[in-house]
């Protein structure tokens, strides 16, 4: 499967504790983005990343949130402290370039986050 | 404040028939437009696009109409079947966003046989 690899599919968490959640691109893509998608709501725009560059993060939470796309592995999304309020599915998605000829990014399986 | 709104939270069609999903956005800037499905545990998948310069693009049994004047889009799903049924997201994103998607809150669509 060469799609956008996300895990873990599932994960639980105490309050207080951390939380990662890691992203694999597709073959060939430099571009990363994350997504989160509140309980019955669409996804929200968190962050965008090529390698070892923060792009765009207006979406994330200023505390507590941080991304990095380094340059050999996959991306990461951490989430210091954990709140029930961070409970959400996150989505990755990643594509070839930026622009407008490339915005069919392709979305991974998510991670689905429980906070306890 | 929702740039992209998807203002039918559900919809319910007989198999066979049409499906028209709707979606309306306030950004002026928006210049590419999305539809993405998603099925329960999954992750959106993209359906179709269309571009500000075009008012329709076809793809087999999906069409997308674009009506810039109104900032209004529809996704068109002739004949529907069982297996369309899942949620749609509308998506915007402008030339200078680098690929950020502002997404509708989702019609899930129901297709009964």
């Known amino acids: 499967n060469a799609g956008v690899m996300q895990n873990p599919r599932h994960l639980v968490r105490r309050r207080g504790q951390e939380a990662r959640l890691r992203c694999s691109p597709m073959?060939?893509?430099?571009?990363v983005y994350w997504y989160r998608q509140l309980p019955e709501e669409g996804l929200k725009f968190m962050v965008y990343l090529q390698k070892e560059n923060i792009i765009d993060e207006s979406g994330m939470p200023k505390e507590r949130f941080s991304a990095e796309f380094p340059k050999e592995g996959p991306s990461i999304l951490r989430i210091q402290q954990v709140v029930r309020g961070d409970s959400a599915a996150y989505f990755c998605a990643s594509s070839r370039g930026g622009g407008l000829m490339n915005t069919e990014a392709f979305f991974g399986q998510g991670t689905r986050l429980t906070v306890v | 404040d929702q740039q992209v709104k998807q203002n039918s939270p559900s919809l319910s069609v007989q198999e066979g028939r049409i499906s028209i999903l709707n979606c309306d956005y306030t950004?002026?800037?928006?210049?590419?437009f999305l539809w993405y499905k998603k099925y329960p545990a999954e992750g959106p998948t993209f359906l179709i696009s269309i571009s500000s310069i075009k008012d329709k693009n076809e793809d087999g049994r999906f069409t997308v109409f674009l009506n810039k004047s109104a900032k209004h889009l529809s996704l068109h799903i002739v004949p529907s079947q069982p297996g369309d049924s899942a949620v749609y997201f509308c998506?915007?994103?402008?030339?200078?966003?680098?690929?950020?998607?502002?997404f509708g809150g989702g019609t899930r669509l129901m297709v009964k046989p």
């Open positions: 073959k060939g893509h430099s571009h």
């Open positions: 998506a915007a994103t402008s030339n200078n966003a680098g690929n950020m998607l502002t």
């Open positions: 950004n002026s800037m928006f210049d590419y």
